[in-house]
């Protein structure tokens, strides 16, 4: 049962512009979300993350967005850079329990 | 600061074989966890654990459990192993939570014939 979904299995942006990433989850109780970044053959590294009590959270050129009513969030990175090009991973967690993680997007940016 | 390291990088198991992975966490830091990451079922968090407990379970059998130690290093053991068990097994490590910034280590590659 999936309950973290990044429906889009990639997305293709030129440098300079917005890259839109977005993630739907469908258990209430999720308390805390977080995206995560892989580059082939390394392992994820951890992005930003934010709380169910934010609908936003900055950092840099990474902001993520929280719509609790729609059991969704985004994650926007601008501008858009060559070296952004990899899988991002959104994951949301209830204490206690596994922290559950989307299949990724794959984010590509073209000169 | 030295990073995350997994050993060993690379195991051969057979079935119902068990095995045993370490990860020595980033000095100082107390939260370690463990993933599965396989091309069918992506990232699969596993567990996590504070100062030598079990905080946090993934949605894994029995046969995969784990511990840590007061210097916080951490193990896990797969018991009984199944040729699903072959997957990359990555541990990191945090301050105080998963939550936070967390240091991925590179993996130990685990086969299962």
């Given at each position: 049962d999936q309950q973290v979904k990044q429906n889009s299995p990639s997305l293709s942006v030129q440098e300079g512009r917005i890259s839109i990433l977005n993630c739907d989850y469908t258990?209430?109780?999720?308390?805390y979300f977080l995206w995560y970044k892989k580059y082939p053959a390394e392992g994820p590294t951890f992005l930003i993350s934010i709380s169910s009590i934010k609908d936003k959270n900055e950092d840099g050129r990474f902001t993520v967005f929280l719509n609790k009513s729609a059991k969704h969030l985004s994650l926007h990175i601008?501008?858009?850079?060559?070296?952004?090009s990899a899988v991002y991973f959104c994951a949301a967690n209830v204490p206690g329990y596994a922290l559950n993680f989307g299949k990724g997007t794959s984010l590509l940016v073209t000169p | 600061k030295a990073g995350v390291t997994q050993t060993p990088r690379y195991l051969i198991k057979t079935r119902g074989q068990q095995v045993t992975l370490s990860c020595s966490p980033i000095s100082g830091h107390r939260s370690v966890s463990w993933y599965q990451q396989t091309p069918g079922q992506g990232l699969q968090f596993l567990f996590e654990y504070f100062s030598e407990t079990q905080r946090n379970k993934g949605n894994?059998?029995?046969r995969f459990s784990g511990r840590q130690f007061s210097n916080s290093r951490s193990e896990m053991n797969v018991s009984t192993?199944?040729?699903?068990?072959s997957a990359l097994y990555l541990c990191a490590s945090s301050l105080t939570s998963f939550r936070e910034t967390q240091y991925f280590g590179p993996g130990t590659r685990l086969l299962v014939l």
């Open positions: 258990n209430s109780m999720f308390d601008v501008p858009s850079q060559p070296g952004d | 894994f059998p029995g192993l199944e040729l699903g068990d």
